[in-house]
């Protein structure tokens, strides 16, 4: 270890189990020195997985809906009392589509479920933000970090009102990351990551076969949870004080790329297939 958080103090929203991103952030943290808070909602609580990683981490657990103001404000300020002021970063690890669990496509959403996607997944990022600020809750220099995917540029089969979510969360980020900069010098940025194995990612309708295409596409391969958060550490710590206001590609090339020979070779494949020449 670095000791990159040495010192530093934090809050971690959406650790579910130990294959959830904000899990693996939360060990790093850990082991580069940190202390924080982890939240989640009550009903993902009853699960009690994350009394595990709370036992682990030597963390307190505070349980908060994400969509509600003043869940949150009761997060900030609990969080601080137990850390002993304002805290140096925020993971923003939150995301879930009523729609695409009930098999919903984007042609025939249920509007209701759509509103609760983008509360849940998008705009839960602007109350932490809005509440943090007016409570004074990061330091100066903090570092503030939501994770996002590609669907928010581009259109992935089965990623439904997700992508609208996602989109929603970049543009959060670039906004606000503005007014903190300017007014606190804290940093605002989005991380694009590979599809990775967690229970929110494996919903995703055919998420196996775009692990598998994004793997052959990437010349990097995927990145898996335990690497990103290796990439959300270093954006927590002070070597990225000058970074804000972007939407990081963590996906091993991926974002960049067009046609890879692998996936090429792959597609030809089909054409030796009779029955699949005339798709």
């Known amino acids: 270890m670095y000791n990159l958080l040495k010192g530093k ?3 971690i929203f959406g650790a579910l ?24 909602t009550p009903i993902a609580l009853r ?52 729609n695409v669990r009930k098999g919903r496509t984007y042609d025939d ?27 004074d809750a990061i330091k100066e220099w903090g570092s503030v970090v939501a994770l996002s995917y590609i669907a928010a540029q581009r259109t992935l089969y089965g990623y439904n009102d997700m992508a609208d979510a996602k989109s929603i969360l970049e543009s ?35 998420f196996d076969g775009l692990i598998d295409f994004t793997e052959r596409m990437s010349p990097l391969g995927n990145a898996d949870a335990d690497e990103c958060a290796d990439y959300c550490i270093t954006l927590f710590s002070d070597l990225t004080k000058k970074v804000t206001m972007q939407n990081l590609y963590h996906d091993g090339g991926f974002s960049n790329m067009g046609m890879s020979l692998k996936a090429m070779r792959q597609y ?11 798709i």
């Open 17 to 40: 189990n130990s294959s959830s991103i904000a899990w693996k952030v939360a060990e790093k943290a850990y082991e580069e020195g940190a202390q924080f808070t982890l939240t989640n």
């Open 268 to 278: 030809n494949k089909s054409f030796d297939d009779p029955e699949d020449i005339s």
């Open 47 to 98: 699960f009690g997985e994350l009394d595990e990683l709370a036992k682990k981490c030597n963390a307190e657990i505070i349980p908060a809906d994400a969509t509600s103001v003043a869940d949150i404000e009761n997060v900030l300020k609990k969080s601080m009392e137990i850390l002993g002021g304002p805290v140096d970063f925020i993971l923003h690890s939150i995301g879930m589509s009523l």
């Open 109 to 135: 959403l249920d509007y209701n479920f759509y509103m609760k996607t983008l509360d849940i997944s998008g705009l839960s990022f602007h109350k932490v933000l809005q509440v943090a600020r007016k409570l």
């Open 9 to 11: 103090k934090g809050i």
């Open 172 to 206: 959060i980020a670039r906004s606000f990351g503005y007014i903190y900069g300017r007014d606190k010098k804290v940093r605002i940025n989005t991380v694009s990551q590979s599809p990775t194995k967690t229970t929110a990612g494996s919903g995703v309708k055919g």
